[in-house]
């Protein structure tokens, strides 16, 4: 069964760190190219990175690009998200999403991210 | 990045169809056939329905189905069923600028 675990959120000041964590299970990770997407409180979903199998293509979202770095360990089926600077506006639930058949097949069940004073 | 367009809210009867209309651009839904649609009940995690435009994962009943014609892409639920009541998102594969994926502002869905 494919399963996929963030944590690492939390609250955090304005221009604070903080980095996300993605735990895969059931699949053969390194295989599959991996996204993050986020939902502020009451919002619609944002697409915010993806990496691919390999780590070789990385694309960012506009709106986080230069402040946010996703990585990824294959030897630990693991997705990470390093947010710097980070702003009011990037309060949200992230998921982690398993990037197949031109669409995210799998979600995880999110980690809050709370950026206020 | 400009979001894709979608009606903010549609209804239907229960057994009634509805359909979710998702406007882009030749950079994304009219250039690619890699359209997908997620269905998100409150306080859960978003759900593949319909992806490559008129494909269903395993699992996901026929009463959904998706459709594309020039920048706009379609979702449509047959049969409406209570359970049907959620946000629906389409997705866009994209190649403006640096970008990648591009969703939609989602279309809150209720049976009546």
């Known amino acids: 069964e494919v399963q996929l675990a963030e944590s690492g959120g939390g609250l955090v000041k304005p221009g604070g760190s903080l980095r996300l964590s993605c735990a895969a299970s059931?699949?053969?990770?390194?295989?599959?190219?991996m996204n993050w997407v986020r939902q502020a409180p009451g919002k619609g979903l944002e697409w915010v990175s993806s990496?691919?199998?390999?780590?070789?293509?990385?694309w960012y979202a506009d709106s986080v690009k230069g402040r946010f770095t996703i990585s990824r360990d294959n030897a630990k089926n693991s997705l990470y998200l390093q947010m710097y600077s980070l702003r009011a506006e990037d309060t949200a639930v992230y998921y982690c999403?398993?990037?197949?058949?031109?669409?995210?097949?799998?979600w995880g069940q999110g980690t809050l991210v709370t950026v206020s004073s | 990045q400009s979001a894709l367009t979608q009606p903010a809210s549609v209804s239907g009867s229960p057994g009634q169809s509805i359909t979710i209309s998702c406007t882009g651009t030749s950079s994304d839904v009219g250039g690619y056939n890699y359209v997908s649609w997620y269905q998100q009940h409150p306080g859960k995690a978003p759900k593949l329905m319909i992806y490559e435009v008129n494909n269903r994962p395993s699992g996901v009943s026929n009463r959904f189905s998706g459709s594309k014609s020039g920048n706009t892409a379609s979702l449509t639920i047959s049969g409406l069923q209570a359970e049907d009541e959620a946000d629906y998102y389409c997705?866009?594969?994209?190649?403006?600028?640096?970008?990648?994926?591009?969703f939609g502002g989602g279309t809150k869905l209720t049976v009546l």
């Open positions: 997705n866009s594969h994209t190649t403006s600028s640096t970008l990648r994926w591009v």
């Open positions: 059931g699949f053969t990770f390194s295989s599959y190219s």
């Open positions: 990496i691919s199998s390999d780590s070789s293509y990385i």
């Open positions: 999403a398993r990037d197949n058949l031109w669409a995210s097949d799998y």
